[in-house]
């Protein structure tokens, strides 16, 4: 990105590095060491803060609106490809794996590592250190695993992700980015 939009901090030997395809909404707030990949989204009131570790938004994923994605000393925060992040979730220093969606107001704690293709329920707690396996249907505070998904509902996690990647382009289209 060529401009410096008033929504992107940088702190002394850190800046964010974004795409030239990616959308970040007026009024989301990235902040650091924050790395927003092709095709990625960050909606409105959303605040991705790399102060003290790296964030790493993987191709084509969406952070929804409200949403807080950090860091800790020991962990960063690191999604991967076509991940949908619910409205006001919070994504706290953990590992994502590819094509999940994490429901609206969840929260994922520091170095929990989430299994591609799975889905963390709304609401869900997702303890310190929790591994949930590939393919996963997590509810609950604490959350558990209840289920294996099926294909159907794993592909549709990633078609989740493109519909925000359209929804996004239109935005940039019209102009609509920081």
């Given at each position: 990105?060529?401009?410096?939009?008033?929504?992107?901090?940088?702190?002394?030997?850190?800046?964010?590095?974004?795409?030239?395809?990616?959308?970040?909404?007026?009024?989301?707030?990235?902040?650091?060491?924050?790395?927003?990949?092709?095709?990625?989204?960050?909606?409105?009131?959303?605040?991705?803060?790399?102060?003290?570790?790296?964030?790493?938004?993987?191709?084509?994923?969406?952070?929804?609106?409200?949403?807080?994605?950090?860091?800790?000393?020991?962990?960063?925060?690191?999604?991967?490809?076509?991940?949908?992040v619910?409205?006001?979730?919070?994504v706290?220093?953990?590992?994502?794996?590819?094509?999940?969606?994490?429901?609206?107001?969840?929260?994922?704690?520091?170095?929990?590592?989430?299994?591609?293709?799975?889905?963390?329920?709304?609401?869900?707690?997702?303890?310190?250190?929790?591994?949930?396996?590939?393919?996963?249907?997590?509810?609950?505070?604490?959350?558990?695993?209840?289920?294996?998904?099926?294909?159907?509902?794993?592909?549709?996690?990633?078609?989740?992700?493109?519909?925000y990647?359209?929804?996004?382009?239109?935005?940039?289209?019209?102009?609509?980015?920081?």
């Open positions: 990105m060529s401009h410096h939009p008033l929504n992107q901090f940088f702190i002394p030997e850190t800046q964010p590095t974004v795409h030239s395809s990616a959308f970040i909404a007026p009024g989301a707030v990235v902040i650091g060491a924050v790395e927003l990949g092709r095709e990625s989204s960050v909606w409105y009131t959303s605040v991705l803060r790399g102060d003290i570790n790296r964030i790493v938004v993987g191709a084509q994923s969406n952070v929804q609106d409200g949403s807080v994605l950090h860091v800790s000393d020991d962990h960063a925060c690191v999604l991967g490809e076509r991940v949908t619910g409205h006001r979730a919070i706290h220093a953990c590992t994502v794996g590819d094509e999940v969606l994490i429901g609206m107001g969840a929260i994922i704690l520091d170095g929990a590592v989430i299994g591609t293709r799975s889905i963390i329920a709304a609401g869900a707690l997702v303890t310190k250190g929790k591994v949930i396996p590939e393919g996963s249907l997590v509810v609950g505070s604490p959350a558990r695993v209840v289920r294996a998904l099926t294909e159907e509902e794993q592909a549709a996690n990633g078609r989740l992700a493109m519909k990647v359209e929804v996004s382009r239109r935005y940039l289209k019209a102009g609509m980015a920081e």
